[in-house]
Each structure stands twice: as structure tokens, then as C-alpha cells.
């Protein structure tokens, strides 16, 4: 047979019934576009958890209260009230490789200004804590020492409240109550942008943590202790180092359990990482699933086109078709059929990727590199699914017998 | 020497333990430039006949030389080109592509050939073959805007365009009305005048008398082989039209 006429027939065969052809791609589209969107929006994510982790600070170990035994019964991480100030303190003072500890309490509240009002997060912490997370003031100042040791009436505010509480305008110098409370907006923080877990940082009111443990919250234990060590190389010490002082301070015997738990920026980058390369995975096997009940599509739509042209297939062997011409005019209509629609499944799919990264405000996703991979991985696996199951409908259309298929109606 | 010849075809189907035997012994020559039909009542053996003749299907027993090779021996790739190269079909029910031109119908053959033509030679001979069958401003129209006889022309100039030597027709007119009967008949007589051998099924006589040789079959063995002094279609025609006249001026009449 000649070798052009193979692509050729197939092409003609596709073009004679294009409603089915295109209803068929479809599937594959969809399959292969939502592989890629996942693919992409996985790569999206990580790139971001690893950009969060960056701006969680520099030298960041965190210590959480938590795992507390109770009558052997483990009540889970991060529900105890086992971190006081003084730990924040000690860990400051007596550890040489640290250089600030910000005990850190949270609460949600209203803030008031005016006719205005907007629910915030409040949260509780030392002077240095923006030099810990490493978060630039934009206009006005940061509370000092002297304002945490006085528990003063001062707070620093995210670029949301100012937003939402004065539309914009300077709020240096104002005040807002909370609960009745007249607090006094001395600094405005840059902005940040989404954290970790997705929630906007912006919107956020600092104040001192004794402010905040005294007169806002009511509570008396930190919720976490920020942590900032001298360098990179004095993590693991530090971490060996706090650990060791909590366990004095709390007097936990030796057989009994940590009440805490420290992790450093790189554990809650690894941790994050994995959790949403997980994701990844688990998404992309949805996805994958899709693709493959395309592929079944397609097998169903080759089967039926194989029953219907059974005249066309005898006829073609008559004036001389060979089996494996008939094998191959049919598979060769499968993969096309899957290239197509892997086609406008990798255009779906960056078009979806890039719509949804652009809402979430990601950065951009796909590399040219990364691109090019993944076109030629798709328009591989589109490919390879026509061959699967493209295979056995072609397999029996050139098994034929021409007589009897002559004679079908 | 002729084009075909049979020796003691036999062909028996088997299914389970039953076997039918379709033909039992068919000796049979067929000279090159022949216009032969085969006849016989259905069950007769004559479509069996016509596979094996047609290279679609083998003989249980006998031999089968066609052009001076012994085909019976061939297997299925062998036999298909053999057909691509040496046989033309036209069939009963046209079997023309669908949302297809008839160019491209036409061309069909050729894309199968070992010749390994190139596509501008491919629709040079697409456009001659349908010339050739007087259908050369219908090339691109598709099989349901042409009429019934037209669409059987473009399945006999797809059997013509790579050179057959020998045309089997299995019904060619069985679906046509009487004067296209007469129209695709005479475009036979005016291929066979031109050299071209014929092997015709039908079960109408009226068809078989414009062929030169009549071979008959029943219950599987040839039971009368005649050879005859044709009718002329060309002729017929022209008869059927005069009548058509004379009938349609009486019915003015009336």
C-alpha cells in the first residue's frame, strides 16, 4: 500500500463523520486536559508552599504546646496549655544560638473604628517578632520592648484592615476598639500575600503579647513560640538546645513523652511539600482515571465504526486491501482520533491552569521546560492510548472475510 | 491460451458435522476477450463460483490458473494482490463509499496497488476511468446526488482504473431500472469490444443475451455451457427509447 494513503484514508474516514470524531476527542480532551491542569496546578502549589516557606522568615523554629499525655491517653498536638511566657523567656535568655523568641497567642475580633467595622485576627506577640518572620513596617513604627512590658494599648495592622476598616486612608495615629478596648494604630505592615494554609495574612492587628494575654483574649499560655536562631548551622543545636530547657522547665521525667513539639522552617517545608504532592498525585490519578474512560470511549466508538463500515472494510479488501492495511487504516484512526483530542486537551488544560493560577494569584506555572515535557508526555500518552485501544477494534476489522462482508447490510 | 481456467473446483462448507457441498467438479476455460454470464437458480453454486473466481475465496479441491499463475496455491496477502492487479468487481448494490466523491471512490484501488503511484498520477487515472464510463463532470459529487445508474458507472470505472484484466460483475443491474439495465449493458459491450474479458452473474436471460457465452449452473456442476451471437445494446436502447416515444405521444393522445 502506499505510504501516504494510510494517514490519508484514516484523515477521510475521521472527516466523514465529523460529529462522532469530535464527540469522541472529546473525551480524550477532557481526560488529557485534566491531567495537565492538575499536573500543573500541583506544580503551581508546591512552588508556592516553597515560596511560603521562605517568607515564613529566615532561621525560623517554631515550638508548639502539645501531645500532652493525659492519664496515658495522648490528647493531640497543639491543644495543651503547656507554653508559658516564661518559657518564651528561657529560651531567649539561656539559649546562646537564639536570638529572639516571640511568645504568640491569637484571637478573633471585631475591631471597631468609627461606623466601621471588620472581623480580624489579633495576634499577640514580642517586639522582634516582624524582625523573626522577616516583615518589613511600611509607614508609621513597630511597639517596643517598653510597650510589651507595659501591656500598652498599640497595635501594627495588615494591609486588609486598613483596606477594609479605613478604605485606604492614613490610620496612624487612630484609634480602634475592640470590645471597648481603644486601641491605637501605630504602624502598617507590607503586604504579604496568602500564607501556607491559604488564609490571607494581610489581614491581621499585632499587639503586644502582654496586651494580648491581658486584656484581649484571656488567655495564659502561648499558642506557639516564634523562634529566631543566629544562622543556618545553629538549627539543629538550637532545636537539641530548646528542647532539652522545655523538658527542665516542665520537669518531665525521663520516660515521659516531649509536651511540645519543635520544628523548624525546613520540617514545615517538608511537611507542606508533601502534603501537597500528595495532592498532586492523588488528583492526577483522578485525572488519569478520566483519561483512560476516554480511551474507553474511543474503543466503544472503533468497535461500533467497525460493525458499521463491515461493507466499506469488505469492499477495500476486494479490490486488494491486505489485513494489515485494514489494521493499521483503523489504528492509525484511533491515534489521530486521540491526537486530537490531546491536542486540545493540552490547550484546555494550560488555558484552565492558567486561568485558575491567575485567580489564585500563583506565579506562573509552566516553564518552557517544563511545557515541552509536558506536551510530549501527553501527546505520547494520547498516542499510546489510541495504539491500547485502538488495537482490538483494528484487530477485528481485518480479520474480515470479504465475502461476508460484502454481503452484510 | 485462456485467461481462466478450472480444473475440478470443488467447494464444500463446513459447519459442525455437516458439510454442502456448493460446487462438485467445475471444469471451465474462459478466453481472454470473453463476455460470459453465469446463470443458475439460487443455490446454484454461481456466487461460490464467483468468489473463487474472484480470488476472494479458495477451492476445497481442483486448480485455478488465472494469467498463467496457478492461484489456488496463493495465500491471503498473494491473493489480494492479485485482485488489486488483475480483477475489477462491481457489485449488486454498488458499495460505493459514502460522503465520499466519486473521485476519491474511484481512486480507491490505487491507493492499495504495489505500484507506488504518485497522487497526480493517481487522479490522472481516477479522471480517465470515470471519462471512460462517461461520468467525467460528476467527479465530485458524492454517491447519494447521483443517480442509481451513475453511481453503478462509478463503481465499474473504479474497477477500471487499474487495469483489470478481467471484470466480474455479480448482479450489476439487479437494482436498476430497465433502461439503465440497458445503458450499463451496453457500456459492458463497448469495455468487452475493447478487450476487456467479463464475467457477468445474473439470473435474468434477458441480461444474459447480450453476453457471447452462457454457462448455466445447477446443484453445483455446470449443466449447459452455450456460446451465442450477442444481442446489441446499443441497438436495444434505441429501440426501448422509440417505444418510450411512441408510448408517451399515445398517452398525449388519449
Redesign the interface.
Known sequence: MKVSAVPYVALKALRRNRMRTLLTALGIVIGVAAVITMVGLGQGASSEVQEQVNRLGQNVVLVFPGARQLGGVSIGGGSANTLTIEDAHAIRDEIPEVVAASPEVRSQRVLVYGNQNWHTRIYGQSADYLQIRQWPIESGRMFSDEDVERASLVAVVGQTVVDELFEGSDPIGETVRVRGLPIEIIGVLSRKGMSLMGSVQDDIMIVPYTTAFQRISGRSHAMVINVQVYDEQSMAIAQEKITDLLRERHRLAPYQEDDFTVQTQEDVAEAATETSRIMTWLLASIAGVSLFVGGIGIMNVMLVSVTERTREVGLRLAVGARSPDVLLQFLIEAVVLCLLGGIGGILLGVLATEVIATYAGWPALFSTEAMVVAVGVSAAVSAAVGVFFGFYPAWKASRLDPIVALRTE | MAIVQLKGITRVYKSGSLAVEALRGIDLQIAEGNFVSIMGASGSGKSTLM?IL?C??KPTEGSYNLGGEDVSTFD??RL??I???MLG?V?QSF?L????SAL?NVE??????DD??S?KEIHKRAREALEIVGLGDRTDHNPNELSGGQQQRVAIA?ALV?NPKILLADEPTGNLDSRTTLEIVELFQKLNKGGLTIIMVTHEPDIARFSNRIITLRDGLMSSDKTIEPLNALQALENWKDEEKIQQESEVQS
Open positions: 468468489n474472484g476472494l475465496d491471503k496477502s489480494a494482490k485482485r488489486n492487479r468487481f457489485f458499495h463509499l459514502p460522503r465520499t476519491e480507491l484501488p490505487l491507493l492499495y496497488s507506488n503511484l497522487w473504479r487499474s
